[in-house]
């Protein structure tokens, strides 16, 4: 691999993803289509299966123990669980930002970027590597605050700040897509205005995918929207899914206006 070429931009499709954990079905042929290039929100209740979904698009389900699902998931065309790729090939194609910001906090700033590197099998030379650390935290929003303290620990971050070094931790892999699991949630709201510029400026190069429970955000950040709900002990399933501003503006289902209307949930 070469650290300096950009990545091709690349389309995530579900095709009736349905998810169990053990006799439990908690989604029930869930399929969507998450263009290139694009911010896809992933909305709903607590326990629709939101999650769940975002760790079948990376093979993160199958670690968990009784966990089991079926359907396909495609990468640009190619089945992300073909048995002849690597799980690593998917976790470095599919990066993920999770809820709680957790860098390695013992391990400097610098080498948690490139720590993705080593996980996957990538050598760099000292230059690639300063050029790519100085890349991903630029593109992560946080460059200007740690260029001068790049052999500090991670851990001696803010909670907005290390959460910026785990977005450039992912980048340094040069994911074709990123997955986000509310990665504001555990923010103030000036941490998450700057996660969400952040997510607006990766946009165009990075299919990006978040779970939030916050409405405003998914209208601020997402051009794409989807709306899962889990009714009565049902497994969860998408209502509906469509571009933010028709699903905000004129859902087509009640529950999806009730919802981001803030009338349950
Ligand atoms: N490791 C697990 N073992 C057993 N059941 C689980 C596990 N993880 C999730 N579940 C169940 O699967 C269902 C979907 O959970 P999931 O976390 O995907 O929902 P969610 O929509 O992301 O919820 P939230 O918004 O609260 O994070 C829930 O009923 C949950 O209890």
Known sequence: M???MPPALADLEAR?????FGERKVLDRVSLVMPAGTVTALIGPSGCGKSTFLRILNRMHELIPGASLAGEVLLSGQDVYDPARKLTDARKRIGMVFQKPNPFPAMSIYDNVVAGLKLTGVRARRAEKDALVEECLTKAGLWPEVRDRLKQPGGALSGGQQQR???ARSLAVRPDVL???????ALDPTSTRRI??????????VTIVIVTHNMQQAARVSQQCAFFLAEQGTPGVIVEAGPTKRIFESPSDTRTSDYVHGRFG
């Open 196 to 205: 969400e510029q952040t997510i607006a400026e990766l946009a165009h190069e």
């Open 179 to 185: 997955l986000m699991d509310e990665p504001c949630s």
């Open 2 to 4: 070469t650290l300096t």
């Open 16 to 20: 009736s993803i349905s998810a169990w």
């Open 165 to 167: 070094l785990c977005i």
